[in-house]
C-alpha cells in the first residue's frame, strides 16, 4: 500500500532564516505531488506541483520553492522566512482523482 | 476560473442532529471529492461521486452530486462527536489545468455532546 511522510512534524524558525520540509512517498511510481498552506481552520492553497522530476508548477509567486530530485521525493524551500509563511504545511500525491495526505508540518516563524 | 463554495462556513450542533452542507460551482466538474480533516492532520478522503444525480452512503453519511455535476451535498444523520472536524470539497481542474485540484474553503462542524 501506498505512504506519503513528511517531517519535520513541527518546526519553529526566526524570521529570516532558510527553511526546508521534505515529503517522500512509498508504493507508488512517477506520482502527481502537491504542496498546499492552510491557515488554521480554512481550506487549503495549493503553492505547488509536480508531475514529473524536475517539473514543477507554481501557484503562489513568493519567497517559497519547491523541487523534485527523486521520483518520489519533493522538497519545499525557503531562504528567507517570513512571518506570513507561519502555517501547517501539506503535502499529497494523486491517484486518478482523488488526494492522499502527509500528516502536515505545523511551521511557526517567530 | 474554477471555484468552488461551500456553505455553511461554520455549524455547531447537538449530538443526534441531522445536518447538510453545500459545495457548489458555476463549473461543471468531472467528479468531486469530500474529505474530513481533524485538527492538526491530513485532510482524509471520504468519498468520489462521478456520475450527475449519483447517490453515495457511507454509514451515516450521505453525499449526492448534483445533475447538473456543478454541486454535491453531504448529509449527516444523528450527528455524533466523532464527526467534528473540517469537510471539504473538491474537484479536478479542466483541460490545461487537469493536474490541478480545486478545493473549496471547508465548512467547519462541531458536534457538541
Known amino acids: 500500500s501506498q505512504t506519503i511522510h513528511q517531517w519535520p512534524a513541527t518546526l519553529v524558525q526566526p524570521v529570516g532564516s532558510p527553511l526546508s520540509l521534505e515529503c517522500t512517498v512509498e508504493g507508488t511510481s512517477n506520482p502527481n505531488l502537491y504542496w498546499y498552506r492552510q491557515a488554521a481552520g480554512r481550506g487549503l492553497q495549493l503553492l505547488f506541483y509536480s508531475v514529473g522530476i524536475g517539473q514543477i508548477s507554481s501557484e503562489v509567486p513568493q519567497n517559497l520553492s519547491a523541487s523534485r530530485p527523486q521520483d518520489r521525493q519533493f522538497i519545499l524551500s525557503s531562504k528567507k522566512l517570513l512571518l506570513s509563511d507561519s502555517g501547517f504545511y501539506l503535502c499529497?500525491?494523486?491517484?486518478?482523482?482523488?488526494?492522499?495526505f502527509g500528516p502536515g508540518t505545523r511551521l511557526t516563524v517567530t | 476560473t474554477q471555484l468552488l463554495e461551500q456553505s455553511p462556513q461554520f455549524l455547531s450542533i447537538q449530538e443526534g442532529e441531522n445536518l447538510t452542507v453545500y459545495c457548489n460551482s458555476s463549473?461543471?466538474?468531472?467528479?468531486l471529492q469530500w474529505y474530513r480533516q481533524e485538527p492538526g492532520e491530513g485532510p482524509v478522503l471520504l468519498v468520489t461521486v462521478v456520475t450527475g444525480g449519483e447517490v453515495k452512503k457511507l454509514k451515516r453519511l450521505t453525499f449526492q452530486f448534483g445533475d447538473a455535476r456543478k454541486d454535491s451535498s453531504l448529509h449527516i444523520t444523528a450527528a455524533q462527536p466523532g464527526d467534528t472536524g473540517l469537510y471539504l470539497c473538491a474537484g479536478p481542474g479542466i483541460k490545461t489545468s487537469y493536474d490541478k485540484v480545486i478545493f473549496g474553503p471547508g465548512t467547519s462542524l462541531s458536534v457538541i455532546p
Open positions: 463549473s461543471v466538474f468531472s467528479s
Open positions: 499529497a500525491w494523486r491517484l486518478s482523482y482523488e488526494q492522499y
